[in-house]
């Protein structure tokens, strides 16, 4: 437990460093919110007003002070673009992104293991050279091509599924795959490497040599052993998967973050990429504590 | 806002691939049967509406929402001519200041309070109170007051005799608001459903932003009741996406179809492609201050020196035709002045005259958002090298150009020839070529500091002037000056509106405007 409170109160510095860090980057790059919002046939008073309401034309140290006495308070202040509170939009693109992340996790976690278990037993054999072909396929495949064929044979050709749109839970199954498929090449890569290693370890024979059955011995002493590092590259690749989900979102037509937050950068939404970057960097830290915390429930070594 | 997220290679990688494997498969549903008209049309554009607040909106995807379910005094027909809407007549005072509407009866609001000349009144209060900052105030700038006379009858007076008062009038931005819902909603009026309240064939029932907005039809509304009940608008930001969402009976209507898959949807049985001749213009802009761009004899030569037939042909074939004028064919006070054909000779002569027989380096900057943008800037350069000016290309990202062109003076702006995309709202003359080309200090409409006093002169006398045939003469002689004579452009070409629909789709009326009109659409 102690371990536990400890991971999540180190991730304060983490967030208010990234905080100061994407304040700065979206000051110091080109490009003023209020003549973009005011669009190009505006006056320039009304680009000026635009700014004063916006509180731009305040010194920077000053406008930072105030965007960090609100999001202690918990107001992220309004969209510049689309004039909604930002908590709002957060909050409805949150589930949508939460969605596809954890489903293609889960996914890339029983097609990635399963497949590298497989690859593993089968040392090799001609199964493990098919199941590292393909995953081999799966990690080098481009997700915005993927996305497109899985569309085009699904879809147009064989009309089984949606194309895009985000209504039913039918209209994820696409999504997941281009995503959660890449995941699993790379967890199916890990497993088997992990497993490969375990099971030539000295206790793994001695196991053997008491005579622990050949299943028992692979689910409970060897997948245990190799469950720390996939249950850390699965962590990973949920924190990367939060953010990296903008382009099967924006192909799939999907109210998710990712595709929030291209807009609002393309608009220099300051509240809505201040908003959206914190909570996306938030339950990435978090998701990285609970890692740690989960793998030092499986490794005792961890626990200090 | 954008449609061009994703690196252009990759793009077009794609599409390649699609093109070579979606040939001989037409999707479902090829033949449209003999089926009774369905109740749900599905239409489909790169982005989300940003605001459906009439008084804020800069941008077409809005419009297109905004143009359904709110209505002006006056309106534009499918040709772009004025006709009253909410105005059953109006007339202008011999003092061509004063112009009296007269108001339909019987019309109410979505919420059901009444339309009045009370409502007419707010609406514009609204929009003109500077305290409350709408990004569209700068379009009623001549407006001195607008006071509602009796219960139907509305008195606008303008500070100065303004011949595009009626385009104005039937611009987006002039529809009425419900006034109830005003009072309500305040700032936040037409951020959500329920605080978006006007008068149109279609109302707004739900909008969950970047995923849908259905819009439902007014049953019995005063001037017709769509056929189809419900329009369903989902955003899809990829344009490949988007054609195969077609292509799978996803969506019914798709605007802004990526060029290269043109060709392939207008030989599909099962899609209908539509263009229309639009308000929008492609440019490249002359920073008229940076020399040797201020010599005119410069800058005709290299109008002169630039192949727009071949350009038109290689890169957005079947999109747009070359310019024949500072407007669009469509546009109110249009000149045909014909298109400006390549003429090395005459360019590389007027470069000598100019003092610069061997050329000069340029800079060109251009921007993806605009489609072709870089291949564009590409091909001038290209062309160019044929009478000696070396091009660099600097490509920046929508909001770094933005920043050139937010009111610099001159000797803060480092941009020689830009791109720029033209396309006046009002679809008319005035708002076309005097905010842009009127001399000024900075550049924060003129984006290239034009100045030129003949035009000056023409283009004030035309914006006072009411009588059309006067007019019409004054702005001919204004496109003369800066489409030939002293050039402010490289005008390149006049883009259509572009639309692929399902076949079954029918009576979709495509606007200049660059939004389609659904409410006569039905879909089988």
Not at chain 1, 168 to 196: C, D, I, K, N, Y
Not at chain 1, 202 to 222: I, K, P, T, Y
Not at chain 2, 169 to 187: E, F, R, Y
Not at chain 2, 266 to 294: C, D, E, M, W, Y
Request: overall charge neutral; hydrophobic content about 45%; some cysteine.
């Amino acid at each position: 437990m102690r371990h536990a409170a400890a991971a999540v109160l180190r991730t304060v510095p983490t967030l208010l460093g990234v905080s100061v860090l994407v304040f700065l980057i979206m000051h110091a790059i080109p490009g003023d919110p209020a003549a973009i919002a005011a669009g190009l046939d505006a006056s320039p008073e009304t680009v000026a007003a635009i700014r004063e309401s916006l509180g731009l034309n305040r010194p920077l140290h000053e406008q930072f002070g105030a965007f960090l006495s609100r999001t202690l308070r918990g107001d992220f202040g309004v969209s510049i673009r689309t004039g909604r509170p930002v908590i709002e939009e957060v909050a409805a693109r949150m589930p949508y992104t939460l969605l596809l992340s954890v489903a293609s996790v889960v996914l890339a976690a029983l097609v990635g293991v399963t497949a590298g278990v497989v690859a593993a037993v089968r040392h090799q054999r001609w199964l493990d050279h098919v199941v590292m072909t393909l995953t081999l396929v799966a990690v080098s495949t481009p997700s915005y091509w993927l996305a497109l064929m899985l569309m085009l044979v699904m879809a147009v050709w064989l009309g089984w599924l949606p194309a895009i749109g985000a209504a039913t839970p039918r209209h994820f199954v696409l999504p997941v795959l281009t995503l959660g498929l890449q995941s699993a090449g790379e967890v199916a890569r890990m497993t088997r490497a992990t497993l490969l290693d375990v099971l030539g370890d000295e206790f793994l024979r001695a196991a053997r040599a008491r005579g622990v059955s050949s299943r028992r011995m692979l689910w409970r002493h060897a997948l245990g052993n190799a469950a720390v590092p996939i249950a850390t590259v699965l962590g990973l690749r949920i924190g990367g998967l939060l953010a990296g989900t903008v382009l099967v979102e924006s192909v799939f037509a999907i109210p998710g973050l990712g595709r929030m937050m291209v807009d609002a950068v393309v608009a220099r939404d300051f509240p809505m990429i201040q908003g959206g970057v914190l909570v996306v960097a938030t339950s990435y830290v978090l998701i990285n504590a609970a890692t740690d915390v989960l793998a030092a429930r499986l490794d005792p070594r961890l626990r200090t | 806002m954008s449609n061009n997220r994703l690196p252009h290679a990759a793009t077009v990688v794609a599409l390649l691939a699609l093109a070579a494997a979606g040939i001989g498969c037409g999707g479902r549903g090829q033949a449209p049967e003999a089926t009774a008209p369905r109740d749900t049309l599905v239409f489909s554009a790169p982005a989300d509406a940003t605001t459906l607040d009439p008084h804020n909106t800069t941008d077409t995807e809005s419009d297109q929402v905004i143009g359904m379910v709110f209505e002006g005094l006056l309106g534009f027909d499918d040709q772009m001519n004025i006709v009253g809407r909410l105005a059953e007549r109006w007339n202008v005072e011999s003092d061509g200041i004063t112009w009296t509407f007269h108001l339909r009866r019987g019309v109410t609001f979505h919420d059901g309070s009444p339309f009045n000349a009370e409502a007419v009144r707010v609406s514009f209060a609204r929009v003109l109170d500077p305290a409350q900052k709408h990004k569209r105030l700068s379009l009623f700038v001549m407006l001195d007051r607008v006071e509602a006379v009796d219960d139907f009858t509305v008195r606008f007076v303008t500070k100065y005799p303004f011949g595009a008062f009626e385009p104005t009038i039937a611009h987006i931005s002039s529809t009425i608001l419900s006034p109830a819902a005003m009072a309500t909603h305040g700032a936040a009026f037409g951020t959500t459903a329920t605080s978006t309240v006007g008068t149109g064939p279609y109302r707004v029932i739900s909008w969950k932003r970047d995923q849908e907005l259905v819009l439902e039809r007014v049953e019995q509304h005063w001037r017709l009741t769509p056929p189809t009940r419900r329009i369903v608008y989902r955003p899809i930001p990829e344009g490949a996406a988007r054609v195969l969402a077609l292509e799978a009976g996803d969506v019914d209507v798709i605007s802004r179809v990526p060029p290269p898959e043109l060709d392939r949807l207008g030989a599909s049985p099962a899609i209908a492609v539509t263009k229309t001749v639009s308000i929008g213009a492609q440019q490249f802009r002359f920073n008229v201050t940076k020399p040797p761009l201020n010599d005119r004899r410069v800058r005709q030569a290299i109008s002169l020196a630039i192949d727009r037939r071949a350009i038109v042909d290689q890169l957005v074939q079947g999109f747009a035709t070359p310019s024949t004028s500072a407007l669009t064919p469509i546009m109110r006070g249009y000149a045909p002045l014909g298109e400006i054909a390549r003429d090395l000779e005459k360019a590389r002569q007027l470069l000598a005259e100019a003092g610069h027989p061997n050329g000069f380096p340029l800079k060109i900057a251009t921007t993806p958002r605009y489609p072709m943008g870089v291949e564009l800037a590409e091909a001038i350069a290209a062309q160019l090298r044929d009478v000696g000016i070396v091009s660099t290309i600097q490509v920046h990202d929508w909001a770094t150009m933005v920043q050139f062109w937010a009111g610099l003076p001159p000797e803060k702006n480092p941009q020689e020839l830009f791109i720029m995309g033209a396309g006046a709202s009002t679809a008319d003359a005035d708002w076309g070529l005097r905010p842009i080309f009127q001399t000024a200090p900075t550049n924060e409409n003129n984006y290239g500091y034009y100045s030129n006093a003949e035009f000056d002169d023409v283009i004030t006398a035309a914006m006072r002037e009411t009588d059309a045939a006067r007019r019409q003469a004054l702005y001919r002689r204004a496109q003369e000056i800066v489409y030939l004579e002293d050039p402010g452009a490289i005008w390149m070409y006049d883009n259509y509106y572009v639309i692929a629909s399902r076949r079954g789709v029918s009576d979709l009326s495509p606007s200049a405007l660059g939004v389609v009109t659904f409410e006569r659409a039905v879909v089988r």
